[in-house]
């Protein structure tokens, strides 16, 4: 343990094992890895969009949110002295999620301690949020939005910069984390390429509250991901990272042997069409795209499929190593 001051952040973001929430990721993020990444102490996160119910059944998001509640509770009686992390549902704010007003009021009524929202701030999201004791924290890639998202109500911020997994922002983490903190001192994460403790301390130093790490938990046993996905996430590192709008209609950050393997050259990808994003099937992803695999600069620290347990024990471990390193350079 560190001796953290976290009093000026939410309650749901105080008591952290280490200051870290796992980030939504789409179709790998189930309630087996968002219990694991709760029990180990972090925020668990999953998109609503990955609770996927067939036509004419009950909403598969309902059951989801019972079993990760009941599960943490269990946890919690039996553990009083090491209490699960609160978990966190992402929201696809975009025109084209047609399920989200269904979707915000079954999070309502389950009282979901911590939102995530992407791709579009909307006071009405928000609002849901609040109306059940819940925290919002918006993702963005600059300030701009970053302002737009606080404006519209969102609790905190979540900065995604350069490296990051899924749909990248462009700007140094140096850069987006010191413009935002010239005006804003709520509660703010730093997303891309935090695969490490000692990167969870760079942006600790950097004047974030929290690190946001994703691409790491793809090569976990609790992910929903093929074995071949996980592998590639161990064996590879940065230079395998290739940014592209192609697939989704916005830049995102995928592994280069996926591409290849999928029959196209990695180098030469052509752009798309922003206006092409389309979430009403959960993805802006199409089908042909399946095995196009996404992920952040981070990898190369991944050398192996683990558990959760395994990889939040390895970054508590560096991060306390990388604290007290520096903390000698400064002790009087
Ligand atoms: C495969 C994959 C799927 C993702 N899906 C989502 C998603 O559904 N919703 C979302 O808000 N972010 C999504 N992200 C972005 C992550 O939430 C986060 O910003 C990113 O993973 C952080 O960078 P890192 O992977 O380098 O740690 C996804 C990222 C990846 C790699």
Redesign the pocket.
Do not use: E, T
């Given at each position: 343990m560190t001796k953290r001051d976290d009093s000026h952040l939410p309650k749901a973001l105080q008591g952290l094992r280490i200051p870290m929430v796992a980030?939504?990721?789409?179709?790998?993020?189930v309630p087996d890895l968002v219990i694991a990444q709760c029990k180990a102490g972090i925020v668990g996160s999953f998109?609503a969009?990955?609770a996927r119910e067939a036509e004419g059944e009950p909403p598969l998001l309902e059951a989801w949110l019972t079993q990760i509640t009941e599960e943490l509770d269990r946890h919690n009686q039996a553990n009083p002295d090491r209490p699960a992390a609160p978990f966190a549902v992402?929201q696809?704010v975009h025109r084209s999620n047609t399920r989200l007003d269904r979707d915000l009021e079954i999070c309502t009524r389950h009282k979901v301690p911590i939102w995530?929202t992407?791709l579009g701030a909307r006071v009405e999201v928000n609002e849901a949020a609040h109306s059940c004791g819940g925290i919002v924290l918006h993702?963005i890639i600059n300030n701009t939005f970053a302002r737009k998202a606080i404006e519209k109500g969102a609790d905190g911020l979540?900065a995604?910069a350069a490296?990051?997994?899924?749909?990248?922002g462009q700007q140094s983490p140096f850069a987006l984390i010191r413009e935002i903190r010239s005006w804003f001192d709520g509660p703010l994460l730093l997303?891309?390429?935090?695969?490490t403790g000692e990167a969870l301390l760079a942006a600790r130093a950097l004047g974030a509250d929290l690190g946001?790490?994703?691409?790491?938990f793809?090569a976990t046993r609790e992910a929903n991901a093929q074995q071949g996905y996980k592998d590639m996430i161990a064996s590879s590192g940065a230079e395998d990272i290739v940014t592209s709008s192609l697939f989704t209609g916005v830049s995102g950050?995928y592994l280069k042997p996926s591409i290849t393997a999928a029959g196209m050259d990695a180098d030469n990808l052509p752009d798309a069409d922003a206006s092409s994003m389309n979430f009403s099937s959960g993805s802006s992803k199409p089908k042909a795209w399946k095995e196009i695999?996404?992920?952040?600069?981070?990898?190369g620290a991944v050398q192996a499929v683990t558990d959760v347990p395994t990889l939040v024990d390895r970054v508590e471990r560096e991060y306390i190593a990388a604290g007290k390193r520096l903390a000698a350079e400064f002790a009087d």
């Open positions: 980030s939504p990721l789409f179709i790998i993020s998109p969009l990955n992402n696809i995530i992407s993702d979540i995604v490296g990051a997994g899924g749909h990248a997303s891309g390429a935090i695969a946001y790490m994703g691409s790491p793809i950050n695999w996404g992920a952040g600069q981070g990898i």
